[in-house]
C-alpha cells in the first residue's frame, strides 16, 4: 500500500478558512476512486516560518491507482487550492510505503 501524503503550512491569516476548505477538498479526493481513506492530522512541531502545519494521508489502493491519480486527477485538484490561497500556503508532497502494520492485542 502506497500512502500519499500531503504537508501544508497555513499562514494564520487563513487558517480557519482553509480549514474549512480542506474538510470539503478531501472528499473531493477521495471521490476520484484512486484512495480507500484518508487522514488529516495537525503536525504537533513550531514552525520558524509560523502558521500551522497540518498533513493528509490519502491510503492509495495500489501503485497503479496513484499513477491514475497523478495522471487524471492531481493537477484540476492542486489548482483548486493554488487558486483559493495563492502564497498564504506551501504544500509538499511525499510517497509512503506501508512496509508491515502492527496492533495491540489485549488478550
Do not use: C
Not at 502545519?53 to 491514475?68: C, F, G, N
Amino acid at each position: 500500500m502506497i500512502i500519499y501524503n500531503v504537508t501544508v503550512n497555513v499562514d494564520e491569516s487563513i487558517h480557519n478558512e482553509w480549514l474549512k476548505w480542506i474538510k470539503e477538498h478531501i472528499p473531493q479526493v477521495l471521490g476520484t476512486g484512486k484512495f480507500e481513506k484518508a487522514t488529516l492530522t495537525r503536525v504537533l512541531v513550531e514552525e520558524d516560518m509560523g502558521g500551522v502545519t497540518y498533513s493528509v494521508q490519502y491510503r492509495s489502493y495500489s501503485r497503479e491507482a496513484l499513477e491514475a491519480y497523478y495522471r487524471e486527477d492531481a493537477e484540476r485538484l492542486k489548482a483548486d487550492g493554488l487558486k483559493k490561497f495563492g502564497d498564504k500556503m506551501l504544500a509538499f508532497r511525499t510517497e509512503l510505503e506501508v512496509i508491515d502494520e502492527y496492533t495491540v492485542n489485549f488478550n
